[in-house]
């Protein structure tokens, strides 16, 4: 049978399978049946041929010597990064007897799985793993570290995550990039956005940091972290009281709308000017703006929502459209995640009848903690398609839970990270190149079909052949465990009950590639709110235990540290991935914070000398650039680096493990530090 892998030269097809909200389509360039460049398909309707620096280097990672090729053991301490090659066989088996003992002894729940979406691919990221962990009867990990307080907070508003369609928005005349960093983070939203600018589109961006989005921006407005809500509540007051609300739509599509204009009064413009450090007549002219521009397209970013207050936020901004008919025009609304119109049917492909009793479920964002529980231990980890050691807030928390003695630690991965410096057992994971898999945009509203490239790299397996490996190991013979690929991509497509998913299937997306969801233009009738209309004023809410009305709250104040402390991602880095690519380290040079000249004057600070950053929980030495990129009293820094020789730069050490309002999110940007001077000399 012809397939990619036996193209010896030639151009094939894929997709980008990192956890990115573009979702480019793909042309991969084979030479002597490797991979050679990688391009943008100029086909794909959405990405057009463009993508990322990142991923067109992604050949380099794919051969990287580094590279794991055999499971491995290890023979020295944790976290020394001394092991030996070993057999797939004696891998299983030593992972499988442990498991039988611990399950004899304290029970399933003793092993947590842990991991996130470093491949997205959807059978791989959550399929034939979520079968096994179900039918283990292990405790269940809650996946919450990237979006979903602000998810929550959308969805209250408007049922689901469900947004305009990029393809509407070369309409649109107004862009707010609203916490979002577009040009590292959703690059074809800034192209879509600078293409609608030759049309007369103003682009403004709200942001904490003058980042390389803000300085292509129209318009840059900086705010003090956390404070958006009460931005948003400030133009609803002026949207009221200059009657530019939309009043029929309001009447036909929202539930509220009274009770919020009440609601707003108290959000007079000069109290919101002192809690976002934003001029008043910046919010009358942000508000005006909003208020007679149309299109007018909100693009709502997870930055926002990695706040104590994050879910309240993104719901406060969410009702925004409403209030000004946004929706019922083209290219106009609101944008945080499209994921809903492409759900697939998750029962069907992760079986949680497999599980025959209910279950713990941890949060991720406090794994330093669970490891730590003396009442029901976690005696077990299985990591994969995360790395915890570097992503995860508290590290210095969740490193000394890696170390227990008494902790038996799996990791599938492609390489040896940080977190698999620390395992007992280190499984070869393939690239997503060497896979088949189905891929779901939570940006576009496109869904792709991914097929294997190249052959498996050494002895490397893809998480859906690794877990059926583990469950025939277990003696977990239900057929769930026998299913191929295709079979399971079959199986999460049949999902009649989501109209925007359609007869699609995987002999369909063999041919076509990508397909686009269905009939996404009536959202308005098909709202899966309670009342099935947009809720300003949420009952729901109420009954979850939160304010019924969007309301500002401020972030949780963490006493004796001066700097407001955020902490996000970088253009050259996909969270932590690539941060052990030398090409990658090389265009990011190295982690940097950025401070205002004013703190930095008061404090004898240098541009450009190496700062010690510091709280409770952490510390860090970074690079500093002094200048108005940031408000007094805030600091950022930007990437998850590796850990590297002679070097402090574990970011997360600093990051609190809190939980956000709402659905036990992740509140990285909510944390303060210190900085003080610790070398004159110049660094950068
Ligand atoms: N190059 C690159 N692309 C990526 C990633 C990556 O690591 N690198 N990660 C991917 C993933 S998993 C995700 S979730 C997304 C994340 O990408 P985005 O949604 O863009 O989120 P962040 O970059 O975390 O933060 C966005 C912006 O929010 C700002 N910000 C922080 N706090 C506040 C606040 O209180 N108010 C306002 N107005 N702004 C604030 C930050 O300064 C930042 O510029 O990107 C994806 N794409
Ligand atoms: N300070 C701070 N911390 C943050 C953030 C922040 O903005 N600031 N952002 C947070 C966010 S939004 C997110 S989403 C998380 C992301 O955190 P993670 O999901 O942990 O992301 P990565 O660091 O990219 O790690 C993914 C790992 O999966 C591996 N991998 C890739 N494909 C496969 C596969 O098919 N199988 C297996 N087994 N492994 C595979 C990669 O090699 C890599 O080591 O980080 C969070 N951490
Ligand atoms: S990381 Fe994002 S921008 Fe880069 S190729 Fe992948 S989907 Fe496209
Ligand atoms: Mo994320």
Redesign the pocket.
């Known amino acids: 049978m012809q397939t990619y892998i036996n193209v010896k030269n030639g151009v094939v097809p894929s997709v980008c399978s990192l956890?990115?909200?573009d979702q480019c389509g793909l042309l991969v360039h084979k030479k002597d049946g490797k991979i050679g460049k990688i391009e943008g398909d100029p086909d794909h309707p959405v990405t057009k041929g463009n993508i990322c620096n990142?991923v067109r280097n992604m050949g380099e990672r794919i051969y990287d010597t580094k590279r794991i090729k055999t499971p491995l053991k290890r023979v020295g301490q944790k976290g020394e990064g001394k092991f030996v090659p070993i057999g797939w066989q004696e891998a299983i088996e030593t992972i499988t007897n442990h498991w039988k003992k611990l399950i004899s002894e304290d029970g399933p729940e003793s092993i947590l799985p842990y991991s996130f979406y470093g491949n997205m691919g959807n059978i791989n990221a959550e399929g034939m793993d979520r079968r096994f962990f179900n039918r283990l009867g292990s405790s269940q990990i809650d996946r919450t570290i990237?979006?979903v307080a602000g998810s929550k907070g959308y969805s209250y508003t408007m049922g689901g995550s469900y947004g305009t369609d990029p393809e509407e928005m070369s309409e649109t005349k107004l862009f707010i990039m609203?916490?979002?960093?577009?040009v590292?983070?959703?690059m074809h939203q800034m192209t879509i956005a600078q293409k609608a600018r030759k049309q007369g589109a103003k682009i403004v961006v709200?942001?904490?940091?003058k980042?390389q989005?803000g300085r292509m921006a129209d318009w840059f407005i900086p705010?003090l972290?956390?404070t958006?809500g009460a931005l948003a509540l400030g133009i609803m007051h002026i949207l009221y009281k200059e009657k530019l609300v939309d009043q029929s739509f309001l009447e036909e599509y929202t539930i509220g709308y009274k009770e919020l204009e009440d609601h707003i009064e108290h959000y007079q413009p000069q109290l919101v000017s002192e809690i976002t450090g934003i001029a008043v007549e910046d919010i009358y002219k942000l508000a005006r703006m909003y208020g007679t521009t149309s299109p007018s397209m909100i693009r709502i970013?997870?930055?926002?929502q990695?706040?104590d207050n994050g879910g309240m936020i993104v719901r406060t901004i969410s009702c925004l459209p409403a209030l000004t008919g946004q929706w019922l025009v083209k290219g106009g609304g609101a944008l945080k995640s499209n994921s809903a119109y492409l759900t697939h049917n998750t029962k069907e492909l992760q079986r949680p009848d497999l599980q025959k009793h209910h279950t713990r479920t941890i949060n991720m964002n406090q794994l330093g903690k669970a490891l730590f529980e003396t009442k029901d231990p976690i005696r077990s980890l299985f990591v994969y398609g995360s790395n915890p050691a570097i992503v995860a807030p508290e590290s210095n928390k969740v490193r000394e839970g890696l170390a227990r003695q008494d902790l038996f630690t799996v990791v599938h991965d492609l390489f040896l990270t940080e977190t698999a410096m620390f395992a007992d057992i280190v499984l070869p994971a393939t690239s997503a190149f060497e896979n088949t898999d189905f891929y779901t945009s939570y940006w576009h509203q496109y869904i792709h079909l991914q097929e294997p490239v190249i052959s498996p790299y050494g002895e490397s397996k893809s998480n859906t052949e690794l877990f059926r490996l583990l469950a025939y190991a277990m003696g977990f013979n239900e057929q769930a465990f026998k299913d191929r690929d295709e079979e399971l991509i079959n199986q999460a497509l049949n999902h009649s009950s989501n109209p925007y998913l359609h007869d699609v299937t995987f002999e369909k997306l063999k041919n076509d590639r990508f397909i686009k969801a269905k009939n996404t233009n009536d959202l308005l009738k098909n709202l899966k709110t309670p009342s099935g209309k947009i809720e300003l004023y949420s009952e729901k809410m109420e009954l979850d235990g939160y304010p019924a009305l969007p309301t500002y709250i401020p972030l949780v104040e963490e006493q004796n540290f001066p700097f407001h402390y955020?902490p996000?991602?970088?253009?050259n880095?996909?969270?932590s991935t690539f941060s052990n690519n030398d090409k990658h380290i090389k265009l990011e040079k190295a982690p940097k914070l950025f401070m205002n000249q004013q703190d930095a004057d008061s404090r004898g600070i240098e541009n450009g000398t190496t700062v010690r950053i510091w709280n409770n929980r952490g510390e860090c030495e970074l690079t500093v650039f002094v200048g108005n990129q940031v408000l007094p009293s805030v600091v950022?820094s930007q990437g998850l680096w590796s850990d590297m020789p002679g070097k402090n730069q574990l970011i997360n050490a600093l990051t609190p493990d809190r939980l956000a309002d709402m659905g036990g999110g992740a509140t990285f940007?909510s944390g303060r530090v210190n900085v003080e001077a610790i070398r004159k000399e110049k660094t950068v």
């Not at 609203?178 to 577009?182: A, C, E, Q, R, Y």
């Not at 996000?568 to 253009?571: D, F």
């Open positions: 956890d990115c909200p990142k990237c979006s609203w916490g979002i960093n577009t590292s983070t959703n709200i942001d904490v940091h980042n989005t705010i972290p956390g958006d970013g997870n930055g926002l990695h706040h955020v996000g991602p970088n253009h880095f996909l969270n950022v940007f």
